[in-house]
């Protein structure tokens, strides 16, 4: 199992290199469609390691820790 902070860093470079290819979707894609997708994909990616990995949205559907 890896610490939280070696996890936190390995999904910092997953979103680094999401940005950069949303960027060169962006600016290097000609056809608009092509361009849409890479940029979607990469953005649903991006939400989805946010909410899982910082906001822990799997928390949700765990059951009830006892206080």
Excluded: C, N
Excluded at 19 to 32: I, N, P, R
Excluded at 45 to 63: D, E, Q, S, V
């Amino acid at each position: 199992m890896r610490k939280p902070m070696q996890t936190g860093l390995v999904v910092a470079a997953i979103l680094a290199v999401l940005t950069v290819t949303e960027y060169l979707f962006a600016t290097h894609v000609e056809q608009d469609t092509l361009r849409f997708l890479g940029i979607t994909v990469s953005a649903i990616g991006k939400a989805t390691l946010i909410a899982y990995y910082f906001m822990h949205i799997y928390r949700l559907w765990r059951p009830q820790e006892a206080h």
